[in-house]
T-cell receptor, first 114, second 109 residues
Framework: SAVISQKPSRDICQRGTSLTIQCQVD?????MFWYRQQPGQSLTLIAT?????????ESGFVIDKFPISRPNLTFSTLTVSNMSPEDSSIYLC???????????FGPGTRLTVT | DAKTTQPNSMESNEEEPVHLPCNHS???????IHWYRQLPSQGPEYVIH???SNVNNRMASLAIAEDRKSSTLILHRATLRDAAVYYC??????????FGQGTRLTINP
């Protein structure tokens, strides 16, 4: 299994500012995923990040709002830019297993925008 | 992505079996059926997956209908720690998970 950590675990930010969330994995992985979970809702995929290439964004999400970096096989960042209260959510990263069909999730970053 | 339908909520008693249904009538021949669960204040965790045959692991069993249009996740002896939202997801190859609303399972002591 893969162990995933995220920083920060939670933050309270003012509207108009930006926050960068870090995702660190304890093993090398090809694909990393970023999800958003709005209060009381299910998870929605934001983008898929492969090392060495541009992230692939899902419908409704754009790079200017959610820029992603993937500098190596164990690390990725998601930035939530120009935040508004509607961005208040839990942001989770996940990775695929190299040896099975399992996907492992980080503990999430709880973001509150005031 | 093929769609799944699950009841919004279910309730069961501790130490009793729980059968969580999932309908996926538009499933394609190459779709795998995956189940994940999300415990309170945690990220989702993998439970089990299958293609055509029934599957068992240490956490649960997965019963797949012969026509593959439905499946059932079986928790053989529920505990309070099994209280979670359970998601049934269809995946083809690449592991992009598309989460529906899932079933919120409540376990009564």
């Amino acid at each position: 299994s893969a162990v995933i950590s995220q920083k920060p675990s939670r933050d309270i930010c003012q509207r108009g500012t930006s926050l960068t969330i870090q995702c660190q994995v304890d093993s090398q992985v090809t694909m990393m995923f970023w999800y958003r979970q709005q209060p009381g809702q299910s998870l929605t995929l934001i983008a898929t990040a492969n090392q060495g290439s541009e992230a692939t964004y899902e419908s409704g999400f754009v790079i200017d709002k959610f820029p992603i970096s993937r500098p190596n096989l164990t690390f990725s960042t998601l930035t939530v830019s120009n935040m508004s209260p509607e961005d208040s959510s839990i942001y989770l990263c996940s990775v695929e297993s190299l040896h099975s069909y399992e996907q492992y999730f980080g503990p999430g970053t709880r973001l509150t925008v005031t | 992505d093929a769609k799944t339908t699950q009841p919004n909520s279910m309730e069961s008693n501790e130490e009793e079996p729980v059968h969580l249904p999932c309908n996926h009538s538009t499933i394609s021949g190459t779709d795998y059926i995956h189940w994940y669960r999300q415990l309170p204040s945690q990220g989702p965790e993998y439970v089990i997956h299958g293609l055509t045959s029934n599957v068992n692991n240490r956490m649960a069993s997965l019963a797949i209908a012969e026509d593959r249009k439905s499946s059932t996740l079986i928790l053989h002896r529920a505990t309070l720690r099994d209280a979670a939202v359970y998601y049934c997801i269809l995946i083809q190859g690449a592991q992009k998970l598309v989460f529906g609303q899932g079933t919120r399972l409540t376990i009564n002591p």
